[in-house]
Nanobody, 116 residues
Framework: QVQLVESGGGLVQPGGSLRLSCAASKNIFSFNAMNWYRQAPGNQRELVAVITRDGATGYADSVKGRFTISRTGAKNTVFLQMNSLKAEDTAVYYC??????????WGLGTQVTVSS
């Protein structure tokens, strides 16, 4: 069973930065892609950032230029660097991994609150 554990969330002022981490219990290069999603109260879960096995990245328009997804194979960890945070970035952020056989795994999420 694959486990994904997020960390790094918290309270930050508008314009501030946070770095989220997602530690996987297996080699992250065994997944087709690893993703960050977020869900704000009353909203649907939305895809924020993607990194494929080959290293290609993609971002939601709302975070492009402010968020960066990266990874380190040595620690089986994926990161989401979030800069210039806005109140509308407030949400629970989830790590997601897509396997080779349509298997999919989720972490429990980490809360990010952007408020003055």
């Amino acid at each position: 069973q694959v486990q994904l554990v997020e960390s790094g969330g918290g309270l930050v002022q508008p314009g501030g930065s946070l770095r989220l981490s997602c530690a996987a219990s297996k080699n992250i290069f065994s997944f087709n892609a690893m993703n960050w999603y977020r869900q704000a109260p009353g909203n649907q879960r939305e895809l924020v950032a993607v990194i494929t096995r080959d290293g290609a990245t993609g971002y939601a328009d709302s975070v492009k230029g402010r968020f960066t997804i990266s990874r380190t194979g040595a620690k089986n960890t994926v990161f989401l660097q979030m800069n210039s945070l806005k109140a509308e970035d407030t949400a629970v952020y989830y790590c997601n991994a897509l396997g080779n056989f349509r298997d999919e795994y989720w972490g429990l999420g980490t809360q990010v609150t952007v408020s003055s």
